[in-house]
């Protein structure tokens, strides 16, 4: 009996340290700002003329009164470009790394055969100029998550519309919350057992899955993929600690209307909500 009631003692402790653990930081950010948008996944693009995550995509997102999500890379300059993967091959049909490039490279590189080029953080922010709110993601590469975090807090930082910075990586969540605590900041995550895309030790896997890095990082928002967001960490952090829910990518109107009543932050792509 005495065995029996060391380990539920210890379940027990268990549980409740896993369910602290998993408590962001509520109540700082003024989520007005950002109520009301349906987010255009890199940008408002479509499969003909409009690339993602381009100055064009930006701009037909901003006329449509949508917000709009993107992905920041550090360039070998120090500049900072918006693309999703680090190889070119997928978007420019080059296999060239883009942290290898500096900022005046990137106009010989044309996305999806088409003449936009990619375009640095610096022009994006000129061209939406607070008319929509941004969910930007930070993409590092290798161990340049201070360099990148640095990069873009200065790039943003004179910045006056209303944003947010995310990130799968929880180096880069955990530098703004010990170096620029008044950034808002949210954990990217999925449930990376089902993913095929993902190439990960079982333990990374676990750890990001269940969100287990929230109580050194401390995230404003989760932003959960829409269809695994049953998950259970996703939901003590969202549901019990009241912490803002973001879903991606949502593909269908009739998860749009969900991501409506679930009071969740819709990031679209190839549908017009």
Not at 128 to 138: A, F, H, M, R, S
Not at 200 to 205: C, M, Y
Not at 232 to 239: A, L
């Amino acid at each position: 009996m005495k065995i029996i009631a060391l380990i539920l003692l210890i379940l027990i402790a268990f549980i409740i340290f896993y369910i602290f653990s998993l408590r962001g930081r509520v109540g700082f950010a003024d989520w007005s700002q950002f109520k009301g948008y349906y987010y255009a996944h890199r940008g408002l693009h479509n499969k003909t003329n409009v690339p993602e995550n381009s100055l064009a995509a930006f701009s037909r997102a901003v006329d449509k009164g949508y917000g709009i999500e993107f992905d920041v890379h550090l360039l070998s300059d120090g500049e900072l470009a918006i693309i999703h993967d680090s190889s070119l091959l997928r978007t420019a049909g080059v296999d060239v790394k883009v942290e290898d490039l500096k900022s005046e490279d990137l106009k010989n590189y044309f996305l999806e055969g088409t003449a936009e080029t990619i375009p640095t953080l610096e022009k994006t922010l000129s061209l939406v100029d607070g008319k929509t709110p941004l969910i930007i993601e930070l993409k590092t590469s290798g161990n340049n998550v201070n360099d990148l975090c640095e990069r873009v807090y200065e790039t943003l930082k004179g910045y006056s519309g209303a944003y947010c910075i995310e990130s799968f990586d929880p180096r880069c969540i955990y530098w703004f919350y010990k170096n620029k605590p008044e950034v808002i900041r949210g954990q990217l995550s999925e449930n990376f057992y089902k993913s095929k895309t993902t190439k990960a030790p079982f333990v990374l896997k676990f750890l990001m899955t269940g969100l287990f890095t929230n109580f050194l990082t401390r995230p404003d928002f989760i932003a959960y993929k829409f269809s695994d967001r049953a998950s259970i960490s996703n939901k003590i952090c969202t549901k019990l600690w009241k912490m803002q829910s973001v879903g991606w990518t949502i593909t269908d109107e009739n998860d749009i209307n969900k991501a409506k009543l679930e009071n969740v932050f819709p990031i679209f792509e190839d549908i017009y909500p």
